[in-house]
């Protein structure tokens, strides 16, 4: 099984909710980041958490890490339909060199 | 100015074929990378270059074969094209990925369709 499991992997709110998601992984992290794809479209890379830390804001986003639990949530406030994506959490390995992505969590805001 | 960019955007062709995809960074980047994404838009790591050289090659068919000629490129050549090698091909490119963590910059995919 994978590195990063998003859950759930599908989500659909009104504008104006918050939407909230997911990420186990498996192994020890450096680090945990979160990126989003809209359609047809490359990566974009939102907010990296360092493992010494629990929670971090940027904008409208808020992500925390439990490295006990090995998991990871990132909740968009007051959401628009522009946020309308799929969201990916993305693990490094040990060295350090390597990020591996997890399956995404597909957004939908309805306006 | 695109920061990373991959041509072609699409690409369709027969089985058997051999094409290759090509990439460009302008960050000034030293690592770029080559991913497949899958119909389920699960992304996997396939290569990694590090200063035009390989550090990650993670179980590819030798079929695929990466090129890096400078550290702003990193090129894709794919031999004898089989109908699984259909997916979206994204290149991205970030400073030399530390124990810090590294922001990577992905490309816009390629669109391979193999018939």
């Known amino acids: 099984s994978q590195q990063g499991e998003e859950d759930p992997q599908a989500l659909s709110i009104q504008e104006g909710e918050n939407a909230t998601m997911n990420c186990s992984y498996k192994?020890?992290?450096?680090?945990l980041q979160w990126y989003r794809q809209n359609s047809g479209r490359g990566l974009v890379h939102l907010i990296l958490?360092?493992?010494?830390?629990r929670e971090k804001h940027s904008g409208r986003l808020r992500v925390t890490l439990d490295t006990s639990k090995k998991s990871s949530s990132l909740l968009i406030t007051a959401s628009r339909a522009a946020d309308t994506a799929s969201y990916f959490c993305?693990?490094?390995?040990?060295?350090?060199?390597?990020?591996?992505f997890g399956g995404g969590t597909r957004v939908l805001v309805k306006p | 100015d695109t920061a990373v960019s991959q041509t072609p955007k699409y690409l369709v062709t027969q089985m058997g074929n051999d094409k290759s995809i090509k990439c460009e960074q302008n960050?000034?980047?030293?690592?770029m990378y080559w991913y497949k994404q899958d119909s389920k838009k699960f992304l996997k790591i396939m290569f990694s270059?590090?200063?035009?050289?390989?550090?990650i090659n993670e179980t590819v068919p030798n079929r695929f074969s990466p090129k890096s000629p400078d550290k702003a490129h990193l090129n894709l050549h794919i031999n004898s094209l089989e109908l699984g090698d259909s997916a979206v091909y994204f290149c991205?490119?970030?400073?030399?990925?530390?124990?810090?963590?590294?922001?990577?910059?992905f490309g816009p995919g390629t669109r391979l369709l193999v018939l």
């Open positions: 991205a490119s970030s400073h030399y990925l530390a124990v810090g963590g590294e922001t990577q910059y």
């Open positions: 192994t020890s992290i450096n680090n």
């Open positions: 958490i360092r493992s010494n830390e």
């Open positions: 993305a693990t490094d390995n040990a060295a350090g060199n390597k990020l591996t």
């Open positions: 960050l000034g980047h030293d690592t």
């Open positions: 270059y590090n200063n035009k050289e390989l550090i």
